[in-house]
């Protein structure tokens, strides 16, 4: 027999098998093979992008030149573009605006051979502080609403280019899902008086066959409810609302447990494609005291069909149980 | 400039590339190549599958015998069961209950050879008919709130088996994708004391440029928010919230727009993966004054990454205004 797992912040309830749950080997993993040629994030082709936003590069070495450690860039095929007007209008029944918003590319790493597992945690954590450096960037334009910050990683989770890199998306408006977490944290807030990520931290911490690892500053854990199958959380355990507002400790706390995760992942499960994205506090003047910002981490392991499209639930092979255990026993 | 394009039911805000838009050479069709073997779906197979729920079959031909035109069966490898108690109980913070309901397959044709789209008008209503059948045969269990139909054809799309097949799943609590589209027709009934599918239909009766076909009883179109590059919306002329209440007439109706539809589609697009999913009322004494069902299908041709699990929303690269005016060049 199934279970159906309820999510306690937005309501969805994902149909997962604890029965004869899938194993690793029954994953159809798809090959990540990039076309050759040129790549545009290797040092040599700063010509060829977009002129840079930011840059992690030694003192005196001119922008847009070769000698850099990390550097930000405008997308150079944005969904979004930040020049214009909003112009929200109708059009009859419905509702449109124009495209304006903040697509970055964060370059993470001159290595075209690095994942970015392999990179060191003192990398990471200049990766971490470019997210937040450009979090706190876009918050002068008034015309934005949320800063998304997410990676793709590999050919069939999204990622056009096999350069190690991260994007930041900022929007004029606060997305679906982000305000289906900001409601969900206040409705369960307004009914406990506690914060609903800080108590499913607690649960999981004393229910511990799900928890993959942790340390000073964050938990890594397979969800009660996981929608996919190795799903992953990363919580911080202090809580607070937004990303960028994490001091250069809690940076190389995360930057050290998320290469831990991404490790453990690329062994157990052979180097799978991935997502991950922060979900973190929109930018407004007000704070989110409901809302605790967390990195949630999906590898690309099964498909999106009818019964997940008609319903917003999903079906998830493996237990997050199994999965924690698979992910607790593999090499660092 | 991309646009900003807003859903009037669920509030989602897809951006829309109407400025370089992809065109139908972009996308990368992944192969549907099956396994070989036996097809557990074919006539002389029936000893290998659960018994049958239900039949189209001559007079005196027995149940579960070779001479059928379609079949219905339980799923061999359900999501959900229908045997045992719901049980739905906390466990700490956590809501959970045991995985019942119901997991049907409908065979559509005993021709392993014919797709839906090669399916004559009277052999699909034949399978919209066996769809009505079992929608109204499961309302008699108690325990089970939806009954969700859709179909998955190809690989990509989560067809593990080639043979033509939909599927039935009905589920002990109201999805959560289908209590927002309640919810938005509420509100917007509330606000308007009109149905917000009838207006967005009048709307894109209107406009013209996103229609794709229609005959008496259906409009075909690419809706003005489309999330993904050539979806279609097969939406009933007449207000109406529950699928299974469709008279015969208009059974036929749908079966002959759908069946153009999937046509268009095929040499279009050179015949992708797609899902449909038909979107009605839950299963419940009152009636949902206030819905409209729809059938919606979304060609395989996208793949999500980062940005929509981090938003809700989606970047679709071709203007439903582009794919509309593919869909109405294409052969029929």
Redesign the interface.
Known sequence: ??????D?V????N??DTESPAGIETFEMEPQVYAGGRCPFCPGSESITPPEIYAVRPPQSPANSAEWQLRVIPNKFP???IE?DLDRRG?????????IGAHEVIIETPDHQKQMADLSVEELTRVLSAYKARSLDLRGDTRLKYA?L???FGL????SLEHSHS?L?A???I????Q?ELKGAQRYMEFRERC?YC??L??EL??KERLICENRGFVAYCP??SSFPFEIMLLPKTHAADYAKQGPESLVDLASLLKETLLRLRSALNNPAY?????TAPIEPREREEYHWHL?L?PKLT?????E?????Y?NPTSPELAAQALRASAV
Request: overall charge positive; proline content about 4%; charged content about 20%.
């Open positions: 027999m199934s279970e159906l797992r309820r306690p937005i309501g969805r309830w149909i997962i969904a979004l573009r214009g059009l009859g029944i419905f509702d449109l605006s124009n495209g998304l997410f990676k793709n069939s989770a999204g990622a994007q998306i929007l004029p408006i997305p679906k899902r982000v289906e609903v108590d499913m607690g649960q004393q229910d009660f409810m997502n991950f994205i922060i979900h949630e999906i498909r999106i069909a009818g019964f499209w008609g319903t917003g639930f079906i």
